[in-house]
Structure formats: structure tokens, C-alpha cells
């Protein structure tokens, strides 16, 4: 019984804290303050939201219309295409809670991964209508698509930079400070990690040579 009625508010936890994912995306300011301040945001519908935001790429690519969406299947690799959402996102988490000690901001890892996958709530929520959208519109209707989908970038890129305001607690102007100094943060990342596996992608290389000369004068 008790079990029962525990299994049975954390559903209704969770629910909570996912429809909470609407007020943000309506009252960003308010919503995403609230979010981690007053812990009205969950890890689990922070995850649900990500995955519904790959899932609306994976049937983006499957299920829109040939006129807005070519796809060349024989050259796409899904795991990178995936990636394509999953390491920028690392990546912005990393940098951006790594220069808080700098901008003395206020948030922690998971609150700033909880923030940034609440943000992205507008893109499966426009997206997933846009995918049936395309296979009833004509070409002379596409713009009415492309600003659509525009507007669902653009909607979460603005609601992420609001998450960070709030959770952070910055003014506007040093929020866009922050940003641009967090993407400064992932090009050297990038830059790190692309020294990182070219180090080691020309020492195993040097090893295997060894091996082989080993082996040739044996």
C-alpha cells in the first residue's frame, strides 16, 4: 500500500514537473526561476524533453515531406546525426558551469543541464506538428514551414539565454557576455579535444609501426 502510494506521487511528481516545461516556454523570466529556485523542475522530465528532441530529428529526417527534407540515406550515419545534438550540449553544460567561478554565477551542472533541455521545449512541440504539416502543404506554401521552423530555433536559443539569466542570476547584458564567453569556452574544448585524439591516434600509430618492424625483422 505504501509502496503503491509512493510509486504513485512520483508519477504525479513527474508530470508535474514536465507540464511545468509549458509555463517556462510562456513566462521564461518567472518559469525558469521557479525551475531550480524553488525546485519545480525534475532531472526525469529534463531527459524526457531531450528525447523528444532527438526523437523530432530522427522523424524529421524519416517522415517530412521529400520538398522540405533530402536526405541522402547510404552517406547518413544516425549516431553522429544524434551527436550533432548530444555533444554541443555537453559541451555548453561543461563551459558554461566552468566559467561560473569567473562570472561568479550561481547555478550548478545539473541545474544548467535541467535549465538548457527545458529550453529546447519549443523545438519537439513545433516540430513534431511541422513533420505532418509538410506532407499536405504545396511548394507555394513552404515559407509559412520555414518560418515555422525558424521560430522554433529561435524560441528555444531565447529561452535558453533566459534560463541562464535567471538561474545564474545576471543581468541581460552579462548573460550575453556569459554566452559568448561559454562558446568561447567550447571552441577550446574542441580545440583540446582534437589535440587530445590526435596525440593519441599518432602514438598508437607509432606503436603499431614498432609492432610491425618488430615482427618483420623476426
Known amino acids: 500500500m505504501f509502496a503503491a502510494l509512493k510509486k504513485k506521487e512520483t508519477y504525479s511528481h513527474y508530470f508535474a514537473t514536465l507540464k511545468?516545461?509549458?509555463?517556462?516556454?510562456?513566462?521564461?523570466?518567472?518559469?525558469?526561476?521557479?525551475?531550480?529556485?524553488?525546485?519545480?523542475?525534475?532531472?526525469?522530465?529534463?531527459?524526457?524533453?531531450?528525447?523528444?528532441?532527438?526523437?523530432?530529428?530522427?522523424?524529421?529526417?524519416?517522415?517530412?515531406?521529400?520538398?522540405?527534407?533530402?536526405?541522402?540515406?547510404?552517406?547518413?550515419?544516425?549516431?553522429?546525426?544524434?551527436?550533432?545534438?548530444?555533444?554541443?550540449?555537453?559541451?555548453?553544460?561543461?563551459?558554461?558551469?566552468?566559467?561560473?567561478?569567473?562570472?561568479?554565477?550561481?547555478?550548478?551542472?545539473?541545474?544548467?543541464?535541467?535549465?538548457?533541455?527545458?529550453?529546447?521545449?519549443?523545438?519537439?512541440?513545433?516540430?513534431?506538428?511541422?513533420?505532418?504539416?509538410?506532407?499536405?502543404?504545396?511548394v507555394d506554401e513552404a515559407e509559412f514551414y520555414s518560418v515555422m521552423s525558424a521560430i522554433s530555433l529561435v524560441w528555444a536559443a531565447l529561452l535558453i539565454l533566459a534560463a541562464m539569466m535567471q538561474i545564474h542570476e545576471y543581468s541581460l547584458s552579462k548573460t550575453v557576455g556569459f554566452t559568448v564567453g561559454t562558446g568561447l569556452a567550447m571552441l577550446v574544448m574542441v580545440f583540446i579535444l582534437l589535440l587530445f585524439f590526435s596525440m593519441i591516434s599518432s602514438g598508437v600509430a607509432y606503436f603499431v609501426s614498432v609492432a610491425r618492424e618488430i615482427l618483420f625483422r623476426m
Open 20 to 138: 511545468f516545461a509549458l509555463y517556462c516556454i510562456t513566462h521564461p523570466l518567472d518559469g525558469f526561476w521557479d525551475l531550480t529556485h524553488e525546485r519545480r523542475g525534475s532531472m526525469a522530465a529534463a531527459n524526457t524533453i531531450l528525447i523528444l528532441t532527438l526523437l523530432a530529428r530522427i522523424m524529421k529526417l524519416q517522415f517530412t515531406s521529400f520538398i522540405f527534407n533530402k536526405v541522402y540515406w547510404p552517406e547518413l550515419n544516425i549516431f553522429l546525426y544524434l551527436a550533432s545534438v548530444l555533444f554541443p550540449l555537453a559541451l555548453w553544460c561543461v563551459g558554461n558551469w566552468g566559467l561560473t567561478t569567473l562570472f561568479d554565477g550561481k547555478g550548478k551542472l545539473g541545474q544548467i543541464y535541467m535549465a538548457t533541455c527545458y529550453g529546447m521545449t519549443p523545438y519537439p512541440l513545433i516540430q513534431f506538428p511541422l513533420i505532418l504539416f509538410s506532407n499536405v502543404v504545396t
